[in-house]
């Protein structure tokens, strides 16, 4: 097996979240008496919320403060029914494991929510460590979390890949030194990135195994 140590992204790569993120920042701009395409939104949001909230501001001139505190206010309003595993993942971690594969999570989702979501499906026990919003490293794509990561656990970066569906996440793993694979189920990467793309667990484990 080409890697042992597999740290993913959540949303967008772990769990099936991004439609859930765009209604509730819709709802927030609606509370501002403004109205956004969600397909605009969608694609907006899958680069980072942060873009998001820079393009809105310049359109509609609300400031990065109040775009955060509309997004919270409606991010938890929806059960985990609507926070659910992307087909075959469950599946692939347990396989991995089983195959001596180690696997971390890595996200600027909050360590409550991604816990809590991992908890809900059983599957916390896959997971060895996590690095999430609250541990203050910079964002990604800076390599810093990573490093740490690998630091903590004395990970062989030639066995390490970083999986997730964004741009920035690819780069984190490029920037730190290890391999990268691009988890891209709803077509939103962009193209000619670093690493091999992958639309589904199906392909993402003929490529690891």
Same mark, same amino acid.
């Given at each position: 097996? $080409?890697?042992?140590? *597999? /740290?993913? !992204?959540? !949303?967008?790569?772990?769990?099936?979240?991004?439609?859930? %993120?765009?209604?509730?920042? @819709?709802?927030? =701009?609606? !509370?501002?008496? /403004?109205?956004?395409?969600?397909? %605009? *939104? *969608? $694609?907006? /949001? @899958? $680069?980072? *919320?942060?873009?998001?909230?820079?393009?809105?501001?310049? $359109?509609?001139? =609300?400031?990065d403060e109040e775009l955060w505190a509309g997004y919270r206010r409606h991010s938890e309003e929806e059960g985990y029914d609507t926070m659910r595993p992307y087909e075959g993942m469950e599946d692939f971690l347990r396989e991995a494991a089983g195959q001596g594969c180690v696997h971390y999570l890595y996200t600027h989702r909050g360590v409550v929510s991604s816990m809590n979501a991992l908890a809900h499906y059983g599957l916390t026990d896959l997971f060895r460590d996590h690095i999430t919003g609250e541990d203050g490293f910079p964002l990604k794509p800076a390599p810093d979390a990573l490093n740490a990561l690998i630091a903590r656990h004395q990970l062989d970066r030639a066995e390490c890949v970083m999986i997730g569906d964004r741009e920035l996440d690819v780069m984190a793993g490029v920037n730190a030194g290890i391999a990268s694979i691009a988890m891209d189920p709803d077509g939103l990467c962009p193209k000619g990135l670093p690493a091999p793309y992958v639309s589904t667990y199906a392909e993402l484990r003929k490529l690891i195994f």
């Open positions: 097996m $080409k890697y042992r140590h *597999l /740290i993913w !992204d959540f !949303d967008g790569t772990l769990f099936d979240t991004y439609p859930r %993120i765009c209604r509730a920042y @819709k709802k927030a =701009l609606a !509370d501002a008496g /403004i109205v956004e395409e969600e397909e %605009i *939104l *969608l $694609k907006s /949001i @899958k $680069k980072t *919320l942060e873009y998001t909230n820079a393009w809105v501001s310049a $359109k509609y001139g =609300l400031t």
